[in-house]
């Protein structure tokens, strides 16, 4: 069975950082694009950053210079650090995993990430 569990997630107050975490099991993610998403309240849920098997990166605009994402793939994990965080970061944060070679696509739960005063 394929699971992708969040954490990190919580609450910090503006300018704050957090590190997220995507722990696999049931796939190698050596094998997978993999990618974090949020979804706030009342929005479609929208890619936050991606890391493809040899390493390349993408991000969303509104999180350059902010987030990085890594992977490990010694350890199966994939990490977001997000920096400088701000309100409009407030989302529930998803792992996904893509395998390119016959599109198996996967997500874990989520994990809240609030960002308040």
């Known amino acids: 069975q394929v699971q992708l569990v969040e954490s990190g997630g919580g609450l910090v107050q503006p300018g704050g950082s957090l590190r997220l975490s995507c722990a696999a099991s049931?796939?190698?993610?050596?094998?997978?694009?993999m990618g974090w998403y949020r979804q706030a309240p009342g929005k479609q849920r929208e890619l936050v950053a991606t890391?493809?098997?040899?390493?390349?990166?993408n991000y969303a605009d509104s999180v350059k210079g902010r987030f990085t994402i890594s992977r490990d793939n010694d350890k199966n994990t994939v990490i977001l650090q997000v920096n400088s965080l701000k309100p409009e970061d407030t989302a529930v944060y998803y792992c996904n995993a893509k395998r390119p070679v016959d599109f198996r696509n996967y997500w874990g739960q989520g994990t809240q990430v609030t960002v308040s005063a």
């Open positions: 049931g796939i190698i993610i050596s094998s997978y694009d």
């Open positions: 890391i493809t098997r040899g390493g390349k990166t």
